[in-house]
């Protein structure tokens, strides 16, 4: 007997229906236009050095500490990229010390950002702004928010290379149920910062990173 | 032996001497900073599991007591981060080649319990950070199939934590560790950032000739005969700085701006010629112009080694300002005779003709002999209104009369400017001249007021005991006169009330308020018979007391 041609191809792909929508559905979930948004305000150097200096950020958020937990690990991240020579915290801290300058609370001014500079020996220099970090309680678990503003600036001018701004909460990796969930802060920060320097490769700094 | 042992034996010594190459390495964990707590606290037992980790991957790990002991002489009071100079002498006093900071990020025990963990791997021997990782998890990352042995608390996700964060730890520590190094200090190089103490350059603002002064305390540790000579730079000049007497500072000061601007200073035998190397062109030309200018000058730092090497840091700027302030003051008053006059508050409004920051300033009120009658001062900004209620210091108020507001200000290179006016102040009511005159039908009354103050205006009110209103008029101009009938109903009531109210222009009032008008009439027609009497009375006696003259 001949079965009908709708028949024999609905059996044949019933079987893939479920796994075809697992797929797609994890793949939708990850989509999205989630990058940071980077705005390029003048060129680059025109001998990248890599020397990279980042100073404490400013913490805007109710997140205790906050500026430093991202300075930690958007450091590390930088730190491991490439080939970007990055001045020690301490070396910093030592700058801003002298310079009586409160990190976490403001930045530096123009003539400050050149001392400092030109003391650590650095190209470029980054500052950040922690504008929200908050961890949501949700359904008995916690989802962190996290939102900042990184800009880039050219050590002996002192002039703004670039701006980054860049946003993502916990609940945007979730693929299925409870997995992709990111659940800490720490995490998040990773997540931000990774996304942040992907872009920065793309903006011109692509020398600098690399294994 | 036989010859199928010599693989084994190979395989031993390749693992025995690779493994015992690998435990070459000393490494200290600087106390891990804990976020979750205070500020600057201490977490001592991860700093051990730390420990107990690192030893595991064949570290020759320093006991904690040793690194706490090193923070402690070294004063170091902070966790999480050392400076480049700290950092080399950890590698001389410790003997470590390696240095890991870590930092918990994230504790969190309560509502889905949480770790965060950041590490950082340092190379001593040239303070170069050649590893790093972060990572942060949840009882809620952590979910095995039907639930089976999965962590319940903040210690059971530690190994979880750890062992993630470390997954690329270097494989090959050796490779890592023989990578190109920053800096050379072996070799007589010196390390890229250099170790400043302390700074102070003061003042910033100065007149010309002033001086200025900067000390510097570097951190060297090199000994005597290597130390390096030590210069500040200002502008195009060099200035060769002196150790202080407590032997902790090196300091040079010099006046703020001078005529002879010259190239060379001399040191030891040679000519010192290092401000030559600067291709700034301003600075040419500041050699050659000798001219004394208000400008900001750079001041740096130079370091000059007995190998040759020279190391520069940029210190600050500091400003030659000769020009003082500009400020006017703007009184808030009425005009009277060309003055600004006032009867209860003034307001004094300074303007600021060339916007600069300020110092201090003051403000003080003299009377006309010079008498200072109140002061007031400040520092940083000039309020934008003083308000003067014609009080002393102490608040009792002032006489009527001429006083003289004065101000003063301060820039920041304490150029001093000042700024005065004149005020009249006329606290005093007008002073009324009321009479009234009592006619057939009628009482005449004339209004008329003492004093140099204009009016505003007057207002007469005159009512019968009864209510009944009898004359109510204004004006602004004295001296007026009017006669008010004497109405039936007033013949019947046999009184007039009433009031009259005089303000000038400033404000001030007089008001008086009347009885019995028809009385003062009377009293006043007395009063002219009594005086009339008493003139002739007067001249009855001189004409007796021309008679007794005579006499």
Same mark, same amino acid.
């Given at each position: ?5 709708r028949?024999?191809?609905s ?6 229906y479920?796994?075809v929508?697992? +797929?797609?559905?994890? $793949? @939708? ?9 980077? =705005?390029?305000?003048?060129?680059? &150097? ?12 400013v ?5 205790d ?39 976490g ?12 500079a030109?003391r650590?020996? +650095?190209?470029?220099? $980054? @500052?950040g702004n ?7 309680? =949700?359904d008995?678990?916690?989802? &962190? ?7 880039m ?27 992709g ?31 | ?5 010599f693989?084994?034996?190979v ?18 964990v600087?106390?891990?900073?804990d ?15 730390l ?9 020759q ?15 170091i ?8 100079d ?31 963990l950041?590490?950082?791997l340092?190379r ?32 059971d ?22 990578q190109?190094l ?19 350059l ?34 195009s ?9 407590d032997?902790m ?7 703020g701006?001078?005529?002879d ?19 700034d ?8 112009s ?17 190998n040759g090497?020279q ?62 009658i109140?002061t ?30 004065v ?30 005159e ?12 003492k004093?140099d ?12 005991n009864?209510?009944?209103?009898l ?21 019947e ?6 009031k009259?109210?005089l ?13 019995d ?35």
């Amino acid at each position: 007997m001949k079965i009908p041609r709708r028949t024999r191809r609905s059996r044949l792909f019933r079987p893939l229906y479920l796994p075809v929508f697992v +797929v797609l559905l994890s $793949v @939708l979930a990850g989509c999205g236009g989630h990058a940071p948004r980077v =705005q390029a305000l003048a060129p680059l &150097p025109e001998q990248l050095s890599c020397r990279i200096a980042v100073l404490p950020m400013v913490n805007e958020s109710d997140f205790d500490q906050g500026d430093i937990l991202f300075y930690r690990v958007f450091v590390a991240e930088l730190n491991k990229a490439g080939n970007f020579i990055v001045s020690q915290e301490g070396d910093v801290r030592d700058a801003y010390r002298q310079l009586r300058i409160h990190g976490g609370r403001n930045h530096p001014d123009t003539e400050q950002i050149r001392v400092i500079a030109d003391r650590l020996n +650095v190209q470029v220099l $980054v @500052l950040g702004n922690i504008i929200e970090m908050v961890e949501i309680d =949700q359904d008995g678990h916690k989802s &962190p928010l996290l939102s900042v503003r990184l800009q880039m600036l050219e050590a002996n001018t002192g002039r703004t290379l670039s701006t980054t701004y860049h946003k993502r909460y916990g609940e945007q990796f979730r693929r299925v149920m409870h997995f992709g969930l990111v659940n800490t802060m720490t995490r998040l920060s990773h997540i931000v910062a990774s996304e942040i320097l992907t872009s920065w490769q793309k903006e011109g700094w692509g020398q600098c990173f690399g294994s | 032996m036989p010859a199928r042992f010599f693989p084994f034996i190979v395989l031993w010594a390749v693992l025995f001497y690779g493994s015992a190459a690998q435990a070459a390495y000393r490494i200290a964990v600087i106390p891990v900073e804990d976020l979750s707590g205070s500020r600057n606290s201490v977490n001592l037992e991860l700093s051990h599991r730390l420990e107990q980790e690192l030893s595991t991957r064949d570290l020759q790990v320093i006991s904690s007591e040793e690194v706490i002991s090193f923070m402690a002489r070294k004063r170091i009071r902070w966790l999480g981060y050392l400076d480049t100079d700290h950092i080399i002498q950890a590698k001389d006093e410790l003997g470590v080649d390696l240095l890991l900071f870590g930092t918990i990020c994230q504790r969190r025990e309560k509502i889905s319990p949480a770790f965060g963990l950041s590490l950082y791997l340092v190379r001593t021997s040239d303070a170069k950070t050649i590893w790093t990782a972060s990572g942060g998890l949840s009882l809620a990352d952590v979910q095995h199939l039907l639930g089976l042995f999965e962590p319940t608390s903040l210690d059971d996700l530690w190994p979880e934590l750890t062992r993630q964060v470390m997954s690329d730890w270097p494989a090959d520590l050796a490779a890592v560790m023989g990578q190109a190094l920053l800096f050379d200090l072996a070799g007589g190089e010196q390390p890229s950032v250099l170790s400043v103490d302390d700074i102070v350059l003061e003042p910033r603002y100065v007149r010309p000739g002033e001086q200025v002064r900067c000390s510097v305390r570097l951190s060297l540790s090199a000994k005597h005969e290597e130390a390096p000579q030590i210069f500040i730079k200002v502008g195009s000049r060099v200035h060769l700085a002196q150790e202080s007497t407590d032997g902790m500072y090196y300091e040079a000061s010099w006046t703020g701006s001078e005529v002879d601007r010259g190239i060379y200073r001399e040191v030891g035998d040679a000519p010192l010629n290092l401000a030559m190397q600067d291709l700034d062109v301003r600075f040419f030309e500041g050699i050659w112009s000798g001219s004394e200018r208000d400008d900001r000058y750079p001041v740096s730092l130079i370091l000059n080694w007995p190998n040759g090497e020279q190391q520069s840091a940029f210190l600050g700027y500091y400003t030659v300002d000769s020009h003082p302030p500009q400020v006017e003051l703007d009184l808030k008053g009425r005009v009277l005779q060309g003055e600004i006059s006032f009867r209860d508050k003034l307001f004094v409004i300074p303007s600021i003709l060339n916007r600069e920051p300020f110092s201090q300033w003051q403000i003080r009120i003299e009377n006309d002999n010079g008498t200072l009658i109140s002061t007031q001062r400040g520092e940083g900004g000039l309020p934008p209104v003083f308000v003067w209620k014609g009080q002393q210091a102490n608040g009792f108020p002032v006489e009527e009369g001429k006083y003289r507001i004065v101000l003063n200000v301060w820039d920041r290179a304490g150029n001093e400017a000042e700024a005065a006016k004149t005020v009249s102040f006329r606290p005093n009511p007008p002073d009324l001249v009321f009479d009234a005159e009592l006619l057939d039908q009628d009482v005449r009354v004339r209004i008329n007021k003492k004093g140099d103050i204009p009016l505003a205006y007057w207002h007469l009110e005159v009512w019968s005991n009864d209510g009944y209103l009898l004359k109510k008029i204004e004006g602004d101009e004295l001296p007026v006169q009017m006669d008010i009938p004497l109405a039936s109903r007033t013949v019947e009531s046999n009184k007039i009330e009433g009031k009259i109210v005089l303000q000038d222009i400033l404000g001030n009032q007089t008001r008086m308020e009347f009885g019995d008008l028809l009385l003062l009439a009377m009293q006043h027609k007395d009063s002219d018979e009594a005086e009339t009497s008493e003139a002739a009375e007067e001249k009855d006696d001189s004409d007796s007391f021309a008679w007794l003259s005579e006499f």
